[in-house]
């Protein structure tokens, strides 16, 4: 076979809110490239598994070794923090986001990362087998790498879910979701006018919605003519897994006549959408 054309990364994602000394949770989420797969709630045992396919080529068994190392972690982990807050005097309320995961590459090969912020901002990094604080994070941090480091246990499961089970799992989970990772959706589009921006003008409005995956390109256009007053906003998340988007271009009311829309996407081949403005619109 080829192999995967995209990049499907597996990001694991951990949120940790210490809002005082005996208030804390712990949420975690995994996205497979654009597709949330897991959720981990703070106040479940358990690793949910959002998709059909979320448990990939790993046996139940396997599952269960995994939830429990995650369930001993969570328990550390709050534990932990709480003692380097203590000994090293540091303010609450304070969010910890922890980035984790990998990419499979061609040949066998994978990518891993690690990363920890602090406030929202990285403080540090997991680097081949060692904790590392980035140069300008807060002192108590770099203490808190060091004492880390001292745990050489740690250091290799962390290693090993990098290197081996993630990347493991990401390859299952490729055969597994092959089908819905794989297929494009294709987006629908319309256009609408939005409030007058002033008077005399017209704010054109081409919405493309229910599109997959994300990259999608979208202009006003007169003819084959790109108008570069258009304005994108931001490719909004909807509930489904698929994406929204829409494109704005502000007219003086005489010059709409003879404006298209025209969107492009994978999954429309090179039968792009093209909308033409007063067909349809009250204007
Ligand atoms: N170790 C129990 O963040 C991100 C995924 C990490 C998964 C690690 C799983 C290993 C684990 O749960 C905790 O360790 C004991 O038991 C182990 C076997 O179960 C081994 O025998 C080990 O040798 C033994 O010590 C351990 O308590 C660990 O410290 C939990 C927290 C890990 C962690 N540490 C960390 C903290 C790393 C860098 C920097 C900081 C400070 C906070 C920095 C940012 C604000």
């Known amino acids: 076979s080829e192999g995967p054309q995209r990049h499907f990364p597996l990001r694991c994602l951990q949120i940790s809110s210490f809002a005082n000394s005996s208030w804390s949770r712990t949420d975690g989420l995994a996205w497979l490239g654009e597709l949330q797969a897991y959720t981990w709630r703070n106040d479940s045992d358990t690793i949910r598994f959002l998709k059909p396919w979320s448990q990939g080529r790993f046996s139940d068994q396997q599952w269960e070794n995994l939830q429990h190392i ?64 980035d140069p300008d994070s807060p002192p108590w941090v770099q203490k808190a790498c060091k004492v880390a480091n001292q745990d050489r246990g740690t250091r290799e499961t962390v290693q090993w879910l990098l290197d081996s089970i993630c990347p493991g799992l990401v390859r299952g989970l490729l055969e597994t979701g092959k089908s819905e990772l794989e297929k494009p959706v294709q987006p629908e589009a319309w256009l609408s006018s939005g409030p007058a921006p002033g008077p005399g003008r017209l704010l054109l409005g081409c919405h493309v919605s229910g599109f997959y995956p994300n990259p999608v390109w979208a202009m006003w256009m007169r003819g084959e003519q790109e108008q570069p007053g258009t304005r994108r906003g931001d490719v909004l998340p909807q509930a489904d897994g698929t994406w929204y988007l829409r494109v704005t271009l502000d007219v003086a009311a005489g010059e709409a006549a003879g404006l298209s829309c025209r969107v492009r996407h994978s999954s429309l081949g090179d039968q792009d959408i093209i909308l033409y403005w007063g067909r349809g619109q009250a204007s």
């Open 70 to 133: 995650f369930l001993v972690y969570r328990i550390s982990f709050t534990r932990d923090i709480q003692e380097f807050v203590t000994m090293l005097h540091v303010d609450y309320p304070f969010d910890i986001q922890i980035s984790g995961g990998c990419e499979v590459l061609l040949g066998n090969t994978s990518k891993s990362f690690l990363d920890i912020a602090f406030q929202g901002k990285a403080v540090v990094s997991f680097q081949g087998t060692f904790w590392v604080p």
